[in-house]
T-cell receptor, first 117, second 113 residues
Framework: NAGVTQTPKFRILKIGQSMTLQCAQD?????MYWYRQDPGMGLKLIYYSVGAGITDKGEVPNGYNVSRSTTEDFPLRLELAAPSQTSVYFC????????????????FGNGTRLTVT | KQEVTQIPAALSVPEGENLVLNCSFTDSAIYNLQWFRQDPGKGLTSLLL?????REQTSGRLNASLDKSSGRSTLYIAASQPGDSATYLC????????????FGTGTRLTVIP
């Protein structure tokens, strides 16, 4: 039962480099999210998707891009990495179900720890 | 803007004690509140989700309550065990902009054997 899988677990980038954080879920969830977690701060939403082909900005989208070509995958792209993007990144998913989709719990991956120097 | 606060930031208790973790939020227009557990270097695991129409939810030794009108939730852990040591976070899903959950900064719990 894999759930939400994130790769890589750790990455160090130089300023100006780019990379893609991978996220895949095998629960057939329509909703997927990217959060970042900074020390002493609550998680902040970067982007989210309500289904394949549909994405939207969250609270802190600047410097990031996403795509959702399949239900399973939701990669997060960093272009021109900056030190301010040093953080732990979490991908999450939730189902729509028969009840209100908003009352479905979120399932998280184990995170990607990114350092930009 | 919704703000979620968790106090205390850290808590140490001896094994076997019952304990309460607190979560407060500023805007009562919410769909639900979730409690999560986060172990070091790991993702968040959903423990309990309380819908806005509910007063409490229980799972094993865990009981979460919600007082929406006062903007408060508590997570009660009975007969604490060393394996309960983790950071506990609460998050609210607002009625407006419901795709964005607002998270607290968590309470780091240590249960001493």
């Amino acid at each position: 039962n894999a759930g939400v899988t994130q790769t890589p677990k750790f990455r160090i980038l130089k300023i100006g480099q780019s990379m893609t954080l991978q996220c895949a879920q095998d629960m057939n969830h329509n909703y997927m999210y990217w959060y970042r977690q900074d020390p002493g701060m609550g998680l902040k939403l970067i982007y989210y998707s309500v289904g394949a082909g549909i994405t939207d900005k969250g609270e802190v989208p600047n410097g990031y891009n996403v795509s959702r070509s399949t239900t399973e995958d939701f990669p997060l792209r960093l272009e021109l990495a900056a030190p301010s993007q040093t953080s732990v990144y979490f991908c999450a998913s939730s189902s729509t179900g028969t009840a209100s989709s908003y009352n479905s719990p979120l399932h998280f991956g184990n995170g990607t720890r990114l350092t930009v120097t | 803007k919704q703000e979620v606060t968790q106090i205390p930031a850290a808590l140490s208790v001896p094994e076997g004690e019952n304990l309460v973790l607190n979560c407060s939020f500023t805007d009562s227009a919410i769909y639900n509140l979730q409690w999560f557990r986060q172990d070091p270097g790991k993702g968040l695991t959903s423990l309990l989700l309380i819908q806005s129409s509910q007063r409490e939810q229980t799972s094993g030794r865990l009981n979460a309550s919600l007082d929406k009108s006062s903007g408060r939730s508590t997570l009660y852990i009975a007969a604490s065990q060393p394996g309960d040591s983790a950071t506990y976070l609460c998050a609210v899903r607002p009625e407006t902009g419901a795709n964005n959950l607002f998270f607290g900064t968590g309470t780091r719990l240590t249960v001493i054997p």
